[in-house]
């Protein structure tokens, strides 16, 4: 069952802007994780914010969680041709259970020179 | 740095073969999995790995077994490979009691 929903789909924004990608879910959750994946490749692991986190910073990106409304956003500042790739998050379960995560759809981002 | 192989990037194969699909890593990792991924359903996990010789379900087992002998070596078996198994196929790996899961390239398989 996929957990986590993302939004939008895709997005598409010119060089040097900021990009904000958003997920919801469903159930309690210990963690939530972002990854990317570059077009026909694996994915790689970005950043993590925990349950108990409201803000986290790395680089770049800024990840907010909101357990209240089971929400987390994704924001990229200024955007590069680089940055182009599929981004996912993924929700680590509460201590004891399954320790699987469970991935959304993705949100397709590409930046344009 | 972590490395996660998978043993094809591109996999061609016809309907009713036998399909092995293998996966390794480098980092004494003890828990392993393998995903599908196609479009617009994201990621599923088929099968996970707590240690060697142990194995569970994910969300979509069926039509799919695995093997896990050696600690680094999990390997996904297709008994007899079907048209709706046309997909990428990702490996990952992570070390117990941490979060980040590390993945391979991938394999991209087409049953004709």
């Known amino acids: 069952s996929q957990q986590g929903e993302e939004d939008p789909q895709a997005l598409s924004i010119q060089e040097g802007e900021n990009a904000t990608m958003n997920c919801s879910y469903k159930t309690s959750i210990n963690n939530l994780q972002w990854y990317r994946q570059n077009s026909g490749r694996g994915l790689v692991h970005l950043i993590l914010i925990r349950s108990n986190e409201r803000e986290k910073h790395s680089g770049r990106l800024r990840v907010t969680l909101d357990t209240s409304k089971k929400s987390s956003s994704l924001l990229i500042t200024a955007s590069r041709a680089a940055d182009t790739a599929s981004y996912f998050c993924?929700?680590?379960?509460?201590?004891?259970?399954?320790?699987?995560?469970?991935f959304g759809q993705g949100t397709r981002l590409t930046i344009n020179p | 740095d972590v490395k996660v192989t998978q043993s094809s990037r591109y996999l061609v194969k016809r309907t009713g073969e036998k399909v092995f699909l293998e996966c390794v890593q480098d980092?004494?990792?003890?828990?392993m999995f393998w995903y599908r991924q196609d479009p617009g359903l994201g990621l599923r996990l088929i099968y996970f790995?707590?240690?060697?010789?142990?194995?569970e379900k994910g969300d979509i087992p069926e039509g799919y077994s695995v093997s896990r002998e050696k600690k680094e070596r999990f390997s996904l078996i297709l008994e007899s490979a079907s048209t709706n198994q046309t997909s990428m196929y990702l490996c990952?790996?992570?070390?117990?009691?941490?979060?980040?899961?590390?993945f391979g390239p991938g394999t991209r398989l087409t049953v004709l």
């Open positions: 993924a929700t680590g379960p509460p201590p004891g259970g399954a320790q699987k995560l469970v």
């Open positions: 990952a790996s992570k070390r117990i009691g941490y979060n980040e899961q590390f």
């Open positions: 980092m004494d990792h003890e828990n």
């Open positions: 790995s707590y240690d060697v010789k142990m194995k």
